[in-house]
């Protein structure tokens, strides 16, 4: 979770009831999943277990991550085949970046190229790009959330009308809702490979 409800209340100088706080975690849920998925990537690393298919290759993109546990090749079973060590049969690259997203296997190691299938990897590891959520993440979170609190109050006034004969329609403008936003994600956006 990218904020907290006391960063909330104190970015838009309220108390919030206590008859709201379990909506204000969903909606941190919400708006922090979003940027994830925005953004492709997880911004606080986390403990997890990925599988990946492999394609007989040196080398592999993977998710964004700061260490790893363990990597292993799996047989057509599941199985394990065989466990590698890092910095002896694998690499992690970018070499000089805190965030990898690349298995690199040693050319001239015992196993110099990946397996040939589906769900051939299995890494253990830290996934994520920080061990803390960036500042400017962590505010966008904020800020989003706080839209959303002024949106179910009715603070926000950005409603236009039409009326066609008896027939009326309000709606609400969120065209440039996350305008202000996507300026600052558009900065963490990673492609998609």
Known sequence: MYTTEEKIEAYLQINIDDSI???IDTW???VSKYIDRYCNTTFISADATKYY???GKSRIFIDDCTSITSL???DKDGGNYATLTENTDF?????N???KNEVRLDPY?????FLIGSKRLKIVGKFGVETTCPADIEMVATQMVGDIIKQSSGEAKSKNSETLGEYAVTYQDVSNFLTPYKNILDLYRA???
Not at 91 to 95: G, H, I, K, Q, S
Not at 109 to 113: E, T
């Open 21 to 23: 706080s379990a909506d």
């Open 28 to 30: 941190i849920g919400w």
């Open 53 to 55: 298919d492999t394609d």
């Open 72 to 74: 292993e090749f799996l």
């Open 91 to 95: 690499w992690l690259y970018p070499l």
């Open 97 to 99: 970046e805190t965030t």
């Open 109 to 113: 190691g015992r196993h110099s190229n």
């Open 191 to 193: 492609p998609v490979l």
